[in-house]
C-alpha cells in the first residue's frame, strides 16, 4: 500500500491550491481517505475526508474553504483548498481511513509522507 501526496507549496493568503493524494497497492474504489495536517497546541486534525460512495466530512475550521474529490479511474484523490489563512499552514497527509472523522488509531489504515503547505505573505 502507498500513498503518495503531493501539490504543496507558498501561496499568499486568500489564494488557493490543490493537493493530490495517488494510491496504489490496493483497489482504490473501496477505500475511503482523509486528509489531515498537525495544529500547534491542538495536535493532528482531521480537514477531510472522502467514503467509497463519495459521502464527504470536513472538520469546521475548513467547511466552505476546501473541497476534497476522488477520481477512481485515476486512484486519485484531491484537497482543493480557497480562500487559504496563515493558520492552514502545515503539513498535509493523507491516510486511508475506516471511519471519517477516525476515532482512534483502529480507524486509519496507512499513512502517506505529507506534502507542505505554506501560507503566507
Known amino acids: 500500500v502507498q500513498l503518495a501526496e503531493s501539490g504543496g507549496g507558498l501561496v499568499q493568503p486568500g489564494g488557493s491550491l490543490k493537493v493530490s493524494c495517488v494510491a496504489s497497492?490496493?483497489?482504490?474504489?473501496?477505500?475511503?481517505f482523509g486528509w489531515a495536517r498537525h495544529v500547534p497546541r491542538k495536535g493532528l486534525e482531521w480537514v477531510s475526508g472522502i467514503y467509497s460512495d463519495g459521502i464527504t466530512y470536513y472538520a469546521d475550521s475548513v467547511k466552505g474553504r476546501f473541497t476534497i474529490t476522488r477520481d477512481n479511474a485515476k486512484n486519485t484523490v484531491y484537497l482543493q483548498m480557497s480562500s487559504l489563512k496563515p493558520e492552514d499552514t502545515s503539513k498535509y497527509y493523507c491516510?486511508?481511513?475506516?471511519?471519517?472523522?477516525?476515532?482512534?488509531?483502529?480507524?486509519?489504515?496507512?499513512w502517506g509522507r505529507g506534502t507542505q503547505v505554506t501560507v503566507s505573505s
Open positions: 491516510a486511508t481511513v475506516y471511519h471519517l472523522p477516525p476515532r482512534s488509531p483502529n480507524d486509519i489504515g496507512s
Open positions: 497497492g490496493f483497489t482504490f474504489s473501496t477505500k475511503a
